[in-house]
């Protein structure tokens, strides 16, 4: 069974610094695109970042390119996100995705992906 388990989100200060986490079990990890993607309420989803399956090529929404940093560590089934320099704008459920073979391109370019994480909440006070 297929999961992806996201955690390290919480309320934080404007400025402040928060690490998300997303534990993935059930298949080969290694094979996967990943991404961060966020949700306000109200709002459509929008990409955050991307890191590619292979050769860890990264993408990065505007919005918070420059504080935000995507990574990965295959030997620990995880995708992390952290993120710097917070805003109230960056408020969200966050959630990861995983898509097999995934590449930036391929991922930016579709919405449909394998797995879906529960997603978790970032609260960002002024």
């Known amino acids: 069974q297929v999961q992806l388990v996201e955690s390290g989100g919480g309320l934080v200060q404007a400025g402040g610094s928060l690490r998300l986490s997303c534990v993935a079990s059930g298949y080969t990890f290694s094979s996967y695109g990943l991404g961060w993607f966020r949700q306000a309420p109200g709002k459509e989803r929008e990409d955050v970042a991307i890191i590619s399956w292979s050769a860890g090529n990264t993408y990065y929404a505007d919005s918070v390119k420059g504080r935000f940093t995507i990574s990965r560590d295959n030997a620990k089934n995880t995708v992390y996100l952290q993120m710097n320099s917070l805003k109230p704008e960056d408020t969200a459920v966050y959630y990861c995705?995983?898509?097999?073979?995934?590449?930036?391109?391929?991922?930016?370019?579709?919405?449909?992906?394998?797995?879906w994480g529960q997603g978790t909440q970032v609260t960002v006070s002024s």
């Open positions: 995705a995983a898509d097999y073979l995934g590449t930036t391109n391929s991922m930016i370019s579709k919405k449909d992906y394998d797995y």
